[in-house]
C-alpha cells in the first residue's frame, strides 16, 4: 500500500496570507490527525478527523481549521499567517474503527515558513 | 499534561543498551513509541495498552506501569541504525480519545561505531 502523503512538501508565506496543506491518507484509513511540530514545542495535536467529522482538537486558535472530504483525504487551513506558525506539519492516518489504541501512520509532512 | 521523557539525550557506543522512560501525571488509556529521523516522519514502534503489557520486536521492548503511569523503551545491543529522536504519544482517557496523542518532547539518541 502506498503510504500517506503530503503535499506542497514546502511552502514559504508572508504573514497575513493563508495557507491550505492537503494530505491523502494510507488507502482504507478513516482517521487522520494532524500536527504541528517545532523545535521548542514538538510535535503537538491539532486536530482529528473520522468520517468527514472531527472528533478531537488541540489547544489550537482558531485560525487552524481543517476538514475530510468523503475519500478520506483531509486539508487543513491556516489563515492570518504568524511569524510562528512556521513548523513542520505532519498528517498521519489511521486504521482506527472505534477500537481502541490503535497506530498511526505518518507522511512525510510539509515544511511552512512564514516571513 | 504533556508526558516527561527523560533523558532528553543519550549517546551510545554500538551494542550498547539504553532505556527511555516517558511519565505521565494523567491516567493513561495507552502510550505509543515512535522514532524519527531527521528530516524524515515519524515512524511507529510499538504501542502499549492499559494493563502493563510488554512487548518488543528484534532488539526494542516497551513496559507500560499502569499503576505508575509510565511507560519505559528498552533498545538492546543497540546498533548504528537506532539513532534518531524518540517520542512517547500518551493516550488519555477511553476509546473516544482515540487520535488525540499528547506527545513528550523527544529522546535524541546518537549511537557511535
Known amino acids: 500500500k502506498a503510504g500517506v502523503t503530503q503535499t506542497p512538501r514546502y511552502l514559504i508565506k508572508t504573514r497575513g496570507q493563508q495557507v491550505t496543506l492537503s494530505c491523502s491518507p494510507i488507502?482504507?484509513?478513516?482517521?487522520v490527525s494532524w500536527y504541528q511540530q517545532t523545535p521548542g514545542q514538538g510535535l503537538q495535536f491539532l486536530f482529528e478527523?473520522?468520517?468527514?467529522?472531527?472528533?478531537n482538537k488541540g489547544n489550537f486558535p482558531g485560525r487552524f481549521s481543517g476538514r475530510q472530504f468523503s475519500n478520506s483525504r483531509s486539508e487543513m487551513n491556516v489563515s492570518t499567517l504568524e511569524l510562528g506558525d512556521s513548523a513542520l506539519y505532519l498528517c498521519?492516518?489511521?486504521?482506527?474503527?472505534?477500537?481502541?489504541?490503535?497506530?498511526?501512520?505518518f507522511g512525510p509532512g510539509t515544511r511552512l515558513t512564514v516571513t | 499534561q504533556q508526558p516527561v521523557q527523560s533523558p532528553q539525550a543519550v549517546i551510545l557506543r554500538e551494542g550498547e543498551d539504553a532505556v527511555i522512560n516517558c511519565s505521565s501525571s494523567k491516567a493513561l488509556y495507552s502510550v505509543h513509541w515512535y522514532r524519527q529521523k531527521h528530516g524524515e516522519a515519524p515512524i511507529f514502534l510499538m504501542i502499549?495498552?492499559?494493563?502493563?503489557e510488554q512487548k518488543g520486536h528484534d532488539k526494542i521492548s516497551a513496559s507500560f506501569n499502569e499503576k505508575k503511569q509510565q511507560s519505559s523503551l528498552y533498545l538492546t545491543a543497540s546498533q548504528l541504525s537506532y539513532s534518531g529522536t524518540y517520542f512517547c504519544?500518551?493516550?488519555?482517557?477511553?476509546?473516544?480519545?482515540?487520535?488525540?496523542?499528547?506527545f513528550g518532547k523527544g529522546t535524541k539518541l546518537s549511537v557511535k561505531p
Open positions: 478527523y473520522f468520517s468527514e467529522t472531527q472528533r
Open positions: 504519544g500518551t493516550e488519555i482517557g477511553y476509546g473516544g480519545s482515540q487520535g488525540n496523542l499528547i
Open positions: 498521519a492516518s489511521s486504521p482506527w474503527d472505534g477500537t481502541t489504541g490503535v497506530e498511526q501512520y
Open positions: 502499549l495498552l492499559k494493563g502493563g
Open positions: 488507502s482504507g484509513h478513516r482517521s
